[in-house]
T-cell receptor
Framework: DSGVTQTPKHLITATGQRVTLRCSPRSGDLSVYWYQQSLDQGLQFLIQ???????AKGNILERFSAQQFPDLHSELNLSSLELGDSALYFC?????????????FGSGTRLTVV | GIQVEQSPPDLILQEGANSTLRCNFS?????LQWFHQNPWGQLINLFY???GTKQNGRLSATTVATERYSLLYISSSQTTDSGVYFC?????????????FGRGTQLTVWP
């Protein structure tokens, strides 16, 4: 167990639907990152939160949104899902922003859009 | 963004062999990490190594930041070393904390 908890592990849903992925960071980590892994794009950075505030945005679609709550868990919301959104979605956490001692990844959520 | 190139893309070894994986990056970085993605998809952090050399058991890594490359050494490989090895880099001062990943090296170790 890496200490980063992601739920659910698997998700199958239809096109046009909306899903929420959840992440609890490792105890003591203030930064949470979301990444998408697909066969054609590899590992792509989506968004980063630090202590509840959005810090950086990457290749995140407008149909996707995220937030980090006061207890530091984070949720990634994916809406109007398309077949191409099928991918492995990872959450990672780290100690802080200015000094990265290394990421710890969760086990991922495998999303299949049918 | 920062371009990250890993080589070789694929590596097939017999148990007991040694290997070297390389990561080249296109810009100065102050965050470099090596990860192992096992066959079940789990990403494990192997090293946080923006510069210098580190060792952890049969694995070691060296980063020469001034020349923009890093090397991951695997000695006496075992079947459990199979999976994809990713190099990821970051640059403090812009998108703090964000990592740019290479496409990985797929390692297969046969018994």
């Amino acid at each position: 167990d890496s200490g980063v908890t992601q739920t659910p592990k698997h998700l199958i849903t239809a096109t046009g639907q909306r899903v929420t992925l959840r992440c609890s960071p490792r105890s003591g980590d203030l930064s949470v990152y979301w990444y998408q892994q697909s066969l054609d794009q590899g590992l792509q950075f989506l968004i980063q939160y630090y202590n509840g505030e959005e810090r950086a945005k990457g290749n995140i679609l407008e149909r996707f949104s995220a937030q980090q709550f006061p207890d530091l868990h984070s949720e990634l919301n994916l809406s109007s899902l398309e077949l191409g959104d099928s991918a492995l979605y990872f959450c990672a956490s780290s100690v802080g922003v200015d000094r990265d001692y290394g990421y710890t990844f969760g086990s991922g959520t495998r999303l299949t859009v049918v | 963004g920062i371009q990250v190139e890993q080589s070789p893309p694929d590596l097939i070894l017999q148990e007991g062999a040694n290997s070297t994986l390389r990561c080249n990056f296109s810009d100065s970085v102050n965050n470099l990490q090596w990860f192992h993605q096992n066959p079940w998809g789990q990403l494990i952090n192997l090293f946080y190594i923006p510069s210098g050399t580190k060792q952890n058991g049969r694995l070691s890594a060296t980063t020469v930041a001034t020349e923009r490359y890093s090397l991951l050494y695997i000695s006496s490989s075992q079947t459990t070393d199979s999976g994809v090895y990713f190099c990821a880099v970051g640059r403090r001062g812009s998108t703090l904390g964000r990592l740019y990943f290479g496409r990985g090296t797929q390692l297969t170790v046969w018994p």
